[in-house]
Protein backbone atom coordinates (compact mmCIF):
# COMPACT_ATOMS: atom_id res chain seq x y z
CA UNK A 1 0.00 0.00 0.00
CA UNK A 2 2.69 2.61 1.01
CA UNK A 3 4.40 1.46 -2.49
CA UNK A 4 1.15 2.73 -4.20
CA UNK A 5 0.78 5.82 -2.37
CA UNK A 6 4.70 7.02 -2.88
CA UNK A 7 4.01 6.04 -6.56
CA UNK A 8 0.48 8.43 -6.84
CA UNK A 9 2.04 11.09 -4.64
CA UNK A 10 5.26 11.57 -7.02
CA UNK A 11 3.07 12.13 -9.96
CA UNK A 12 1.38 15.62 -11.19
CA UNK A 13 -1.07 16.39 -13.42
CA UNK A 14 -0.59 12.25 -14.24
CA UNK A 15 3.38 12.68 -15.22
CA UNK A 16 6.08 11.29 -12.73
CA UNK A 17 7.60 13.71 -11.24
CA UNK A 18 11.47 13.82 -10.00
CA UNK A 19 11.87 17.56 -9.07
CA UNK A 20 11.65 17.34 -5.30
CA UNK A 21 14.11 18.20 -3.13
CA UNK A 22 16.29 15.74 -1.02
CA UNK A 23 13.93 17.30 2.58
CA UNK A 24 10.69 16.95 0.38
CA UNK A 25 11.60 13.81 -1.01
CA UNK A 26 12.31 12.84 2.86
CA UNK A 27 9.17 14.14 4.64
CA UNK A 28 6.95 12.77 1.02
CA UNK A 29 8.48 9.12 2.16
CA UNK A 30 7.43 9.94 6.05
CA UNK A 31 3.87 11.14 5.50
CA UNK A 32 3.62 7.88 3.53
CA UNK A 33 4.49 5.44 6.20
CA UNK A 34 2.21 7.35 8.66
CA UNK A 35 -0.57 7.65 6.43
CA UNK A 36 0.01 3.83 5.71
CA UNK A 37 -0.24 3.33 9.47
CA UNK A 38 -2.77 5.69 10.69
CA UNK A 39 -5.53 8.00 9.70
CA UNK A 40 -4.62 12.17 10.64
CA UNK A 41 -5.61 14.91 9.88
CA UNK A 42 -4.30 17.71 8.13
CA UNK A 43 -2.78 19.54 11.46
CA UNK A 44 -1.68 16.08 13.06
CA UNK A 45 0.06 15.02 9.81
CA UNK A 46 1.76 18.50 9.44
CA UNK A 47 2.94 17.96 13.19
CA UNK A 48 4.29 14.50 12.33
CA UNK A 49 6.59 16.13 9.77
CA UNK A 50 7.67 19.22 11.39
CA UNK A 51 8.69 16.82 14.68
CA UNK A 52 10.47 14.55 11.48
CA UNK A 53 12.33 17.61 10.04
CA UNK A 54 13.64 18.93 13.58
CA UNK A 55 15.32 15.59 14.28
CA UNK A 56 15.96 14.23 10.50
CA UNK A 57 16.29 17.88 8.37
CA UNK A 58 18.26 20.28 10.84
CA UNK A 59 21.07 21.08 8.17
CA UNK A 60 18.09 22.20 5.80
CA UNK A 61 17.10 25.51 5.72
CA UNK A 62 13.86 25.97 8.02
CA UNK A 63 12.37 27.97 5.06
CA UNK A 64 12.91 25.15 2.56
CA UNK A 65 11.85 22.61 4.86
CA UNK A 66 8.02 25.24 5.32
CA UNK A 67 7.50 24.87 1.97
CA UNK A 68 8.58 21.38 1.80
CA UNK A 69 6.11 20.27 4.41
CA UNK A 70 3.28 22.67 2.52
CA UNK A 71 3.98 20.66 -0.94
CA UNK A 72 3.69 17.37 0.82
CA UNK A 73 0.77 18.22 2.68
CA UNK A 74 -1.11 19.84 -0.48
CA UNK A 75 -0.39 16.81 -2.34
CA UNK A 76 -1.49 14.31 0.28
CA UNK A 77 -4.93 16.14 0.12
CA UNK A 78 -4.92 16.85 -3.24
CA UNK A 79 -4.78 12.86 -3.93
CA UNK A 80 -7.16 12.12 -0.90
CA UNK A 81 -4.51 10.59 1.70
CA UNK A 82 -5.67 13.37 4.02
CA UNK A 83 -9.18 14.35 4.46
CA UNK A 84 -10.33 16.30 7.69
CA UNK A 85 -14.24 15.66 6.73
CA UNK A 86 -13.70 12.11 6.71
CA UNK A 87 -11.73 12.30 9.58
CA UNK A 88 -13.72 14.28 11.68
CA UNK A 89 -16.37 11.98 10.71
CA UNK A 90 -14.09 8.68 11.34
CA UNK A 91 -13.38 10.10 15.31
CA UNK A 92 -17.26 11.17 15.78
CA UNK A 93 -18.33 7.79 15.24
CA UNK A 94 -15.78 5.60 17.25
CA UNK A 95 -15.66 8.24 20.07
CA UNK A 96 -19.29 7.63 20.01
CA UNK A 97 -19.71 3.86 19.74
CA UNK A 98 -16.93 3.82 23.22
CA UNK A 99 -19.34 6.33 24.82
CA UNK A 100 -18.01 9.81 24.40
CA UNK A 101 -19.98 13.09 24.96
CA UNK A 102 -20.58 15.68 22.22
CA UNK A 103 -17.70 18.04 24.31
CA UNK A 104 -15.54 15.06 24.63
CA UNK A 105 -15.46 14.77 20.86
CA UNK A 106 -15.56 18.72 19.92
CA UNK A 107 -12.23 18.95 22.16
CA UNK A 108 -10.86 15.88 20.46
CA UNK A 109 -11.62 17.14 17.34
CA UNK A 110 -10.06 20.36 18.20
CA UNK A 111 -6.84 18.88 19.09
CA UNK A 112 -6.68 18.34 15.09
CA UNK A 113 -7.69 21.81 14.20
CA UNK A 114 -11.17 21.02 13.12
CA UNK A 115 -13.28 23.50 12.84
CA UNK A 116 -16.56 23.76 14.97
CA UNK A 117 -18.71 23.79 11.75
CA UNK A 118 -17.12 20.48 10.54
CA UNK A 119 -16.75 19.05 13.93
CA UNK A 120 -20.72 19.45 13.96
CA UNK A 121 -21.61 18.24 10.58
CA UNK A 122 -19.44 14.89 11.80
CA UNK A 123 -21.12 14.85 15.09
CA UNK A 124 -24.34 14.67 13.43
CA UNK A 125 -23.48 12.46 11.08
CA UNK A 126 -22.83 9.93 13.90
CA UNK A 127 -25.52 10.65 15.29
CA UNK A 128 -27.97 9.86 12.29
CA UNK A 129 -28.84 6.47 13.19
CA UNK A 130 -30.52 7.37 16.70
CA UNK A 131 -32.67 9.99 18.35
CA UNK A 132 -30.66 11.10 20.83
CA UNK A 133 -26.88 10.21 20.34
CA UNK A 134 -25.83 12.05 23.82
CA UNK A 135 -28.04 9.78 25.68
CA UNK A 136 -27.31 6.66 23.96
CA UNK A 137 -23.06 7.03 24.36
CA UNK A 138 -23.78 7.90 27.94
CA UNK A 139 -25.83 4.80 28.35
CA UNK A 140 -22.66 2.99 26.40
CA UNK A 141 -20.27 4.68 28.61
CA UNK A 142 -22.73 3.29 31.93
CA UNK A 143 -22.22 0.07 30.87
CA UNK A 144 -18.54 0.19 29.71
CA UNK A 145 -17.57 1.13 33.52
CA UNK A 146 -20.19 -0.69 34.87
CA UNK A 147 -22.08 2.33 37.00
CA UNK A 148 -25.90 3.27 37.19
CA UNK A 149 -27.98 0.41 35.86
CA UNK A 150 -24.72 -1.80 34.77
CA UNK A 151 -23.53 -1.48 39.08
CA UNK A 152 -23.80 -4.87 40.30
CA UNK A 153 -22.92 -4.00 44.15
CA UNK A 154 -25.45 -2.54 46.49
CA UNK A 155 -25.22 1.29 46.14
CA UNK A 156 -25.67 4.02 48.23
CA UNK A 157 -25.92 7.62 48.22
CA UNK A 158 -21.99 8.25 48.12
CA UNK A 159 -21.15 5.93 45.41
CA UNK A 160 -24.38 7.41 43.26
CA UNK A 161 -22.45 10.88 43.45
CA UNK A 162 -19.40 9.38 42.51
CA UNK A 163 -21.21 7.72 39.50
CA UNK A 164 -23.18 10.63 38.66
CA UNK A 165 -19.80 12.72 38.51
CA UNK A 166 -18.14 10.35 36.47
CA UNK A 167 -20.74 10.67 33.37
CA UNK A 168 -19.99 14.34 34.78
CA UNK A 169 -16.63 14.69 33.88
CA UNK A 170 -16.87 12.12 30.78
CA UNK A 171 -18.88 16.16 29.04
CA UNK A 172 -21.83 14.59 29.74
CA UNK A 173 -24.96 17.14 30.76
CA UNK A 174 -26.48 17.07 34.45
CA UNK A 175 -30.06 15.77 32.78
CA UNK A 176 -28.49 13.19 30.77
CA UNK A 177 -26.44 11.55 33.75
CA UNK A 178 -29.51 12.11 35.81
CA UNK A 179 -31.32 10.14 33.00
CA UNK A 180 -28.70 7.63 33.08
CA UNK A 181 -28.37 7.12 36.61
CA UNK A 182 -32.01 6.77 37.14
CA UNK A 183 -32.32 3.53 35.30
CA UNK A 184 -33.35 0.90 37.60
CA UNK A 185 -31.57 -2.41 35.69
CA UNK A 186 -29.82 -3.58 33.10
CA UNK A 187 -33.28 -4.61 31.31
CA UNK A 188 -34.63 -1.15 31.63
CA UNK A 189 -31.33 0.23 30.08
CA UNK A 190 -30.95 -2.01 27.35
CA UNK A 191 -34.87 -1.01 26.35
CA UNK A 192 -33.88 2.76 26.51
CA UNK A 193 -31.13 2.07 24.33
CA UNK A 194 -32.97 0.41 21.85
CA UNK A 195 -35.77 2.42 21.82
CA UNK A 196 -33.04 5.55 20.78
CA UNK A 197 -32.03 3.38 17.69
CA UNK A 198 -33.35 4.48 14.51
CA UNK A 199 -34.06 2.20 11.79
Known amino acids: MA ?6 LNRKDGMMTTDR ?3 EQRLMNKAVHYLG ?3 A ?3 RLREVLQRFAMRKLEAHEEAEVARAIDAVLDDCIRLGYVDDAAFALSRARSK ?3 GGSALAIRRSLAEHAIGQ ?3 DEALAEADESTSDGELAAALRLAARRRIGPYFTRESDD ?4 KQLASLARAGFSFATAKAVMALGSVDEAEELAESLRQM
Do not use: G, H, K, N
Open 37 to 39: RYS
Open 158 to 161: DTYR
Open 117 to 119: DLA
Open 21 to 23: SRA
Open 96 to 98: RRS
Open 41 to 43: SRQ
Open 3 to 8: AAMLAA
